[in-house]
């Protein structure tokens, strides 16, 4: 019989790989880039271990070559879905009895693969799928979920250390049950390495999962679920099912099973669950653990004492990194008047010196917009900005959709500091500037707080330390990850725990053992080891 009590290393962040002139990794990914452009593949749908094809179809094209199809999708409907609830339903049991050992043993495998053999394979299918450069496929569909499957093996060897005290005669401990019922983990575009946490979080800790992919990632969401089979994860533990948000959601939702919700994507659609819940709560078996991630309107304020360089790398690499296509990505920043000619000139043109294009290109910084809905969008505000007499572009603004989705980095500056640009979330490359009387320091602070209904990220340069400290005060509530002298992207697992308050999320910090808390249902259990013999207490003793 097993009895040690496993002790797990401290994992280091995995180092990130360079893809330089002449690297083996660049000549690796360059090849897996063409691999998996040359064959359109099928891609079902996955429950209890098993592929399901429904004939309804969808398809994933290449954003920057839009007419280039990389895979036709199956597409859940009614049937499918239910048989993902009983798939996870069934393997529920034997997965929450399994160690804790050998449930983190299977995502360490997915690791040490993805950190091998498939780290090309993740890399290639996410730049094609999602159009991001080496550089962002490397920090996210390798590193960041490398570090998550690691990471959260690890916070869970910690949870389960936590125990209660006892005392001579009375023996207490702490049970670290899974929830009863299942997860639903609902996955957005935007990162793959979100797209395997939140499916994988909750199940670490011995849950059954639900997925729903975003229909624009299905394509390297495939490839982490079948990184999964590899690595030894038993069947419907995690249940893959593309198709419409509306009807997996909706039917999913209404079952009365549901233990929890696992989500990133927009505040709006967050709010629709959270009221479909609350309709739902007499039918479900437990109230479910609801925890989301959802938008930003992510700022850069500077002071007059900011490094004029530091600043304006800043606003570029937040602002345009992925096309502003994170939900971290600075869309307004607020400049004094007194730095703002030379943060202009930096800007300027360091933004005309980016290059836009393929991302097969390696030269190139930045690639195409998810699809034709978010170009559309992101045009729009453009077009306002346009046509406003309180806004000027000062670079970009140009669009072009023939070839692919692409829309060249744009910064608009504007008198107004409530200008729509300034407070509606647009997730694109566009990013507004308010100038500001250096003398109304303290008044642009209070603008910067209380402009965006948000509260996920936000950055901060000054090199006055007074300045930085109460900055630090002021902006308590305005982002829940904040930067001092850096851009407000790239949270690190481990290092920078992520997520937003406000109408930004929960605020569940993935990349720390608190997500993972709220995938556990606690039982204190308490063993006395010499129990009374009467009921009687001395204090009812009459002398």
Same mark, same amino acid.
């Given at each position: ?25 660049? !000549? ?30 969808? $398809? ?25 609830? /009983? ?37 290639? !299918? ?11 496929? $490397? ?61 994988? !979080? ?31 994860? #038993? ?57 989301? $991630? ?11 004492? !900011? ?82 007499? /309180? ?17 060249? #980095? ?31 320091? $303290? ?101």
């Amino acid at each position: 019989m097993f009895n040690a009590i496993s002790a797990m290393r401290q994992p280091q962040n995995e180092g990130l790989l360079s893809y330089g002139p002449g690297s083996p990794e660049k !000549a690796e990914l360059k090849k897996k880039l063409q691999e998996l452009q040359k064959r359109e593949i099928e891609i079902p749908l996955i429950i209890g271990g098993k592929e399901v094809r429904t004939g309804k179809m969808g $398809e994933c094209i290449i954003p920057h070559k839009k007419d280039h199809i990389l895979a036709k999708y199956h597409m859940a409907g009614e049937k499918e879905i239910t048989m993902a609830i /009983e798939a996870a339903h069934q393997a529920k049991d034997e997965w929450e009895r399994m160690p804790w050992e050998h449930r983190a043993s299977v995502f360490l495998r997915a690791a040490e693969l993805l950190s091998g053999p498939w780290r090309s394979t993740l890399n290639a !299918a996410t730049m094609l799928g999602q159009s991001k450069t080496a550089h962002q496929a $490397e920090i996210d569909s390798a590193c960041e979920l490398i570090d998550f499957l690691r990471f959260n093996a690890y916070y869970l060897s910690q949870i389960i250390e936590e125990q209660p005290n006892s005392t001579q005669d009375s023996w207490n401990r702490l049970q670290y049950r899974p929830l009863e019922g299942f997860v639903f983990a609902v996955t957005p575009f935007n990162f793959t390495a979100i797209g395997g946490n939140l499916p994988t !979080a909750p199940a670490i800790v011995g849950n059954t999962v639900v997925w729903k992919p975003a229909s624009t990632a299905v394509y390297s969401n495939y490839f982490v679920m079948k990184l999964l089979q590899e690595a030894g994860l #038993p069947d419907g533990v995690i249940n893959f099912v593309p198709g419409s948000g509306s009807k997996v959601g909706n039917m999913v939702l209404d079952d009365p099973a549901l233990a929890g919700i696992h989500f990133t994507g927009s505040t709006q659609v967050f709010g629709d669950i959270w009221r479909k819940v609350a309709g739902n709560l007499r039918q479900y078996k437990a109230y479910p653990r609801i925890v989301g $991630e959802t938008g930003g309107k992510n700022f850069v304020l500077a002071h007059d004492s !900011a490094d004029v360089g530091a600043l304006a790398t800043g606003l570029v690499r937040g602002a345009f990194e992925y096309q502003g296509q994170k939900c971290s990505a600075a869309s307004r920043a607020y400049i004094p008047q007194s730095i703002w000619p030379s943060v202009k000139e930096r800007l300027l043109d360091d933004v005309a010196s980016i290059k836009m294009g393929d991302v097969e290109n390696f030269s190139n910084f930045m690639s195409a917009v998810i699809d034709g809905n978010a170009f559309r969008s992101i045009r729009s505000f453009i077009d306002y900005a346009q046509e406003s007499p /309180e806004a000027e572009i000062l670079c970009g603004g140009q669009s072009d959709d023939r070839e692919g989705y692409f829309i060249r #980095p744009t910064v608009i500056v504007t008198t107004n500091p409530r200008f729509r640009t300034m407070e509606e979330e647009i997730f694109g490359p566009v990013l507004t500037v308010y100038v500001y009387p250096d003398q109304e320091f $303290e008044k642009t602070v209070a603008q910067c707080t209380e402009t965006s209904p948000y509260g996920l990220t936000g950055a901060v340069f000054a090199r006055d330390r007074r300045v930085v400290c109460n900055l630090e005060k002021q902006l308590n509530h305005a982002a829940s990850n904040f930067y001092i002298n850096d851009k407000p992207t790239g949270a690190v697992v481990g290092q920078q725990p992520f997520g937003g308050s406000r109408a930004s999320g929960t605020n569940d910090k993935a990349g720390s053992k608190l997500n993972l808390y709220r995938w556990i249902n606690p039982r204190t259990i308490k063993e006395n080891l010499n129990p009374p013999k009467k009921y009687g207490y001395s204090f009812m003793e009459e002398e």
